[in-house]
C-alpha cells in the first residue's frame, strides 16, 4: 500500500491540526484565501484525508497514513459512554399517575 501524496499547502494544513488541535482543521495557510480554502479542504475530503463532524473538519485515519504516523485509538470508555448514551435515548418514556403507567 503507497501513502497518498500531498500537496505543500495538503501537509502543511494536516501537520498543523494533528500537532496544534489534536486532528481538528482551524488553521490554513494566509496565502490560502476565499475559494481557494472550500477547494483545499474539498480536495482533502474527496481523498479522504478529512471528515465532517458538524461544521468542524477533523483529520481522518487515512490523513495520519499520509503523514506516516498511526491514527490516534479512541478510548474505549468514550465509546462504551456513546453506546449508554444512545440505548438511553431508546428507551421509552412513561409518565407516572397517567394513563401511560
Known amino acids: ?5 500531498l500537496t505543500p499547502a495538503q501537509h502543511t ?3 498543523h491540526a494533528i500537532e496544534h488541535t ?3 482543521i482551524e488553521w490554513l495557510p ?3 484565501k476565499g475559494d481557494a480554502r472550500k477547494k483545499v479542504l474539498d480536495s482533502l475530503a474527496k481523498r479522504a484525508l478529512i471528515t465532517a ?3 468542524e473538519w477533523l483529520v481522518s ?3 495520519y497514513r499520509a503523514l506516516g504516523l498511526d491514527a490516534p485509538q479512541p478510548d474505549e470508555s468514550a465509546a462504551d459512554a456513546e453506546a449508554l448514551r444512545k440505548d438511553a ?3 421509552p418514556r412513561t409518565r407516572e399517575n397517567s394513563k401511560q403507567a
Not at 1 to 5: G, I, L, P, Y
Request: net charge neutral; hydrophobic share 35%.
Open 1 to 5: 500500500m503507497t501513502t497518498q501524496q
Open 13 to 15: 494544513i494536516l501537520a
Open 22 to 24: 489534536g486532528g481538528k
Open 30 to 32: 494566509d496565502n490560502i
Open 53 to 55: 463532524a458538524g461544521t
Open 61 to 63: 485515519a487515512e490523513g
Open 89 to 91: 435515548q431508546k428507551a
